[in-house]
């Protein structure tokens, strides 16, 4: 990968998934995080590069085979490149994050965990903060130490109103732990816009929207470029 570039915007000259960086995404509940995070692996897994995808609320194997069905793109065999695993609690997503991570990365290019937040929704407090802080930092270091791609999607932390204000799901700990920022958000259309943000959650660019369907999201070759 040149300059350890994953996934870049080809709308805006910026990275969306750099090796050696962690992206962090979020968006209200059905925007389509699950549904990037599938696509995004099994575009990466056409090319033959692995990702492993960490799942706490529903199995993304559920939504990746009902892609392949709905998309003559993605073919079964695309699977092979991707590992899977599906975690409920705070403490066991820590302890996989701080103790197994580290013996899998071999030839993975992208680590995805969706959501990273969920689980530490369900009692947040002081120690689950505390966990979800070494977490990040557990994932900052694994990204840098090993020159690896890492993705997490993150729930919005206010209510819904028609303005669309929310922020993140402990805003101040997923900002400070990640290097590029994407919010997504609903258009009036019904399509899910891209936003890049900075560190204290200011717009910085906006990326062209996309659509949710059965195959996925099929303008992602349109948005985002692949450089293997």
Known sequence: MDNGLLISSRMVERPFI??????????????????????????LAKERKKSIIISTERPIEIRMESMLIANEEYSKELLEHISTADIFTIDELFLTIENELQNCIQDVSLIIIDS?????????????????????????ALAINNKLAIMFTNQVASKM????????????????????????????????EITFENILGEEEAVLDSFSITSAGIEEILQIFDFQM
Do not use: C, M, N, W
Not at 34 to 41: E, F, N, P, V
Not at 165 to 185: E, G, K, N, Q, W
């Open 116 to 140: 990273l937040t969920s689980t530490y929704r369900i009692d947040a407090g002081p120690i689950a903060l505390t966990l979800l802080r070494k977490a990040l930092s557990t994932l900052q």
């Open 18 to 43: 750099q090796s050696g960086k962690v992206t962090h995404i979020y968006g209200p509940p059905k925007i389509g995080k699950s549904t990037l995070s599938a696509t995004i692996a099994l575009e």
């Open 161 to 192: 109103d028609q303005t669309d204000d929310f922020r993140p799901v402990a805003a101040a700990s997923t900002r400070s732990y990640s290097d590029i920022t994407i919010r997504l958000s609903k258009k009036r259309d019904d399509s899910t």
